[in-house]
């Protein structure tokens, strides 16, 4: 992964914009250099907790909770584009927004199809008992990432913020 590219604003699918962001305003998050290709952040503003990531494809900002149950995906572990979640094993791909692996604990894709549990390889199988835990699991439907709009003003990342 190259280290040197000037720094932009990844380009995300237009539909997969965040709610509230079309006349938000940019606000500053972070220096440029605090955000090297292969970094990522948490930045808080107000209630939001944003992931700012530095990409070869450029920066993007999207929500820092994972969309399977909310864990911190800046504590994750970044592959190229892909963001794995500290929690369950889901992988979620920045460029296009889709899940790239379902987590362990399976349920619902973004489509509302049913995958099943699964594990990691070298671990036992895990069964949910029958209850609401294993209905609640089985019905957490995994959504596509958000965006908020990014841009590079003076070295500075700016991201528009709803409110
Ligand atoms: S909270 Fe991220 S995979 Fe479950």
């Known amino acids: 992964m190259s280290t040197t590219h000037a720094a932009k604003a990844a380009a995300f699918p237009p539909r997969l914009q965040a709610i509230g962001t079309l006349d938000a305003p940019y606000r500053p998050m972070l220096s440029v250099a605090e955000?090297?290709?292969?970094?990522?952040?948490?930045?808080?503003?107000?209630?939001?907790?944003?992931?700012?990531?530095?990409?070869?494809?450029?920066?993007?900002?999207?929500?820092?909770?994972?969309?399977?149950?909310?864990?911190?995906?800046?504590?994750?572990?970044?592959?190229?584009?892909?963001?794995?979640?500290?929690?369950?094993?889901?992988?979620?791909?920045?460029?296009?927004g889709d899940t790239a692996r379902m987590p362990t604990t399976g349920g619902l894709d973004a489509e509302g199809v049913y995958h099943p549990t699964w594990s990691p390889a070298g671990l036992d199988p895990k069964v949910d008992p029958p209850g609401k835990k294993a209905e609640a699991r089985r019905l957490t439907r995994v959504r596509r990432l958000r965006y908020y709009p990014v841009r590079i003003s003076a070295g500075t990342i700016e991201v528009a913020i709803p409110g």
Not at 37 to 61: C, K, P, Q, S
């Open 35 to 96: 955000l090297p290709v292969g970094a990522m952040r948490r930045i808080t503003v107000g209630e939001l907790d944003v992931l700012l990531v530095n990409t070869d494809r450029g920066i993007f900002a999207t929500d820092d909770r994972c969309p399977h149950m909310s864990a911190p995906l800046s504590i994750g572990e970044l592959d190229d584009c892909i963001v794995a979640c500290p929690l369950h094993e889901g992988r979620f791909d920045l460029v296009s």
